[in-house]
């Protein structure tokens, strides 16, 4: 099991590019999420999805979409990248809903600089 | 809003002695709190789930308490050992979503 995975691992942008983050999970499971990580601030829930075919905003969801086709993937896109988008993110998902008390797996992060 | 407090300075103990954490959250009533641990580079890792109604968890060197009235969870490890160092993260679960803290970052020197 290769649980869950992120391409890339690195990215460096200009300024109004474009980019997707894709995830991948081996685990079958439901719930997925993409996360933010900046110092001082923490992880910070971007979209997420319950099943295939759902997405939900999160906390910080503004410049970014997403897409859930198939269980297994969660795509995170960046439309028009701004230096603001510069990150560490995270993907995770669960076998059910991480508020009731499921634990989260996470990747091992892409890190993406927007200059 | 809803906040979670995590003591962002860095801890700094002693191997063999039991490092302590703190979690501290307002404006909540989460039924569950999550603790990971998260190494330089890599994704948080799941350590430990408390329910609302449990006072107490353990697994190995680990232990957490849960505090409803002071809305405060501690974590423990003790007979700390220099891989320990690491940061962690305490999270509470809102519905379908978990709310994390900024993290502590543990040092545990020889």
């Known amino acids: 099991n290769a649980g869950v995975t992120q391409t890339p691992k690195f990215r460096v942008l200009k300024t109004g590019q474009s980019m997707t983050l894709l995830c991948a999970q081996d685990m079958n499971h439901e719930y997925m999420y993409w996360y933010r990580q900046d110092p001082g601030m923490g992880l910070r829930l971007i979209h997420y999805?319950?099943?295939?075919?759902?997405?939900a905003k999160g906390e910080v969801p503004d410049g970014y979409n997403v897409s859930r086709l198939k269980k297994q993937n969660f795509l995170l896109g960046l439309e028009s990248a701004a230096p603001s988008q510069t990150s560490v993110y995270f993907c995770a998902s669960s076998y059910g809903v991480a508020g009731y008390g499921y634990e989260q797996y996470f990747g091992p992060g892409t890190r993406l600089t927007v200059t | 809003s809803q906040k979670i407090e995590q003591n962002s300075e860095a801890l700094n103990i002693q191997e063999g002695k039991t490092a302590t954490l703190t979690c501290n959250y307002t404006?909540?009533?989460?039924?569950?709190l999550q603790w990971y641990r998260q190494d330089p580079g890599r994704g948080p890792v799941f350590l430990l789930l408390i329910r609302e109604n449990e006072k107490e968890k353990r697994k190995e060197r680990l232990k957490v308490t849960f505090d409803t009235t002071l809305k405060q969870s501690l974590f423990h490890i003790t007979a700390s050992q220099p891989a320990d160092s690491a940061t962690y993260l305490c999270?509470?679960?809102?519905?379908?979503?978990?709310?994390f803290g900024t993290g502590t970052r543990l040092q545990v020197f020889p």
């Open positions: 404006n909540y009533s989460p039924a569950y």
């Open positions: 999270a509470l679960g809102n519905t379908d979503k978990l709310i």
């Open positions: 999805s319950v099943g295939e075919g759902t997405t």
